[in-house]
């Protein structure tokens, strides 16, 4: 109990807000929650009507076994238009699962 009273408790520790709750816009985005059944036709086409797609739409797969690992990731043009298919996207059914829609990492 002594550490808890010798420290100065006055001052919040607060992280940068940014770093914990949103990511910097990107082009590419990461669809999670993919039925095993999408592939990438029907990812692309679900997501094209939101901007121009760079031919970077990929399902991941296993290597062993060819099957959906059940996400995948998307390449706009633009980053508005990522944005606003981020926007429109999270959280709709896509082959009957909902997916999740974020930026993807960077590297």
Known sequence: MQYLRS???SKPFLL???K???RPASTR???GGLSYDTNEAVLKAAF???GEIIEAVKVICDRM??????FGFVQF???TEATTALQKMDDQLLDGRNIRVDYANKG
């Open 48 to 50: 094209e009507q939101h």
């Open 65 to 70: 076994s060819g099957k959906s690992k059940g």
């Open 77 to 79: 043009t633009l980053e």
């Open 29 to 31: 985005l990461f669809v």
């Open 7 to 9: 420290r100065n408790l």
């Open 16 to 18: 940068p807000s940014r």
């Open 20 to 22: 914990l709750f949103t």
